[in-house]
T-cell receptor, first 110, second 111 residues
Framework: DADVTQTPRNRITKTGKRIMLECSQTKGHDRMYWYRQDPGLGLRLIYYSFDVKDINKGEISDGYSVSRQAQAKFSLSLESAIPNQTALYFC?????????FGAGTRLSVL | GEDVEQSLFLSVREGDSSVINCTYTDSSSTYLYWYKQEPGAGLQLLTYIFSNMDMKQDQRLTVLLNKKDKHLSLRIADTQTGDSAIYFCAERGTGANNLFFGTGTRLTVIP
């Protein structure tokens, strides 16, 4: 079983819809992150959380929100999806200086 | 934010060595990383190097760090078709809460 699990793996949605991407981890790490990957741009940080009560904006948080429901769960929401949010989204956890990534959620906004 | 740059593509023949290069701008980088992304998969940590080191070797992988020039490289010896993937360079600055990634280099191994 994967240590960092993202659901769904693929999602197609329409402009204006609200969607949620979920991430759960069994590594027992306090720190969790959401990144998006676009071709030719690498990974960019959306939000991060150091514990259940700590949520921080990353480089590109506009249009996104997050919820840290428990130490093991960190969800990313798009309140009103738009086509330029089409991307591959990664959740990660960390302890110390190593980050561990999930398999990604491929999101298409039509 | 910090800039991390990589070339987008590299092709090598099976059995040859591959060298993937990365440059970064953050002079306070503490750790530098190489991640591998295979098709349909997440990012897998390959190796990392602390900024006070200039070389690290792990089986077929050799990481070289030139801190003065802010240049990091990953050498893969005896490259195999299974090494075909996208390789990301990333750096973590002092006190940074996250990693800064390069664009990724797509390595294609030709049989």
């Amino acid at each position: 079983d994967a240590d960092v699990t993202q659901t769904p793996r693929n999602r197609i949605t329409k402009t204006g819809k609200r969607i949620m991407l979920e991430c759960s981890q069994t590594k027992g790490h306090d720190r969790m992150y959401w990144y998006r990957q676009d071709p030719g741009l690498g990974l960019r940080l959306i939000y991060y959380s150091f514990d259940v009560k700590d949520i921080n904006k990353g480089e590109i948080s506009d249009g996104y929100s997050v919820s840290r429901q428990a130490q093991a769960k960190f969800s990313l929401s798009l309140e009103s999806a738009i086509p330029n949010q089409t991307a591959l989204y990664f959740c990660a956890t960390s302890e110390g200086y190593i980050q561990y990534f999930g398999a990604g959620t491929r999101l298409s906004v039509l | 934010g910090e800039d991390v740059e990589q070339s987008l593509f590299l092709s090598v023949r099976e059995g040859d060595s591959s060298v993937i290069n990365c440059t970064y701008t953050d002079s306070s980088s503490t750790y530098l990383y190489w991640y591998k992304q295979e098709p349909g998969a997440g990012l897998q940590l390959l190796t990392y190097i602390f900024s006070n080191m200039d070389m690290k070797q792990d089986q077929r992988l050799t990481v070289l760090l030139n801190k003065k020039d802010k240049h990091l490289s990953l050498r893969i010896a005896d490259t195999q078709t299974g090494d075909s993937a996208i390789y990301f360079c990333a750096e973590r600055g002092t006190g940074a809460n996250n990693l800064f990634f390069g664009t990724g280099t797509r390595l294609t191994v030709i049989p």
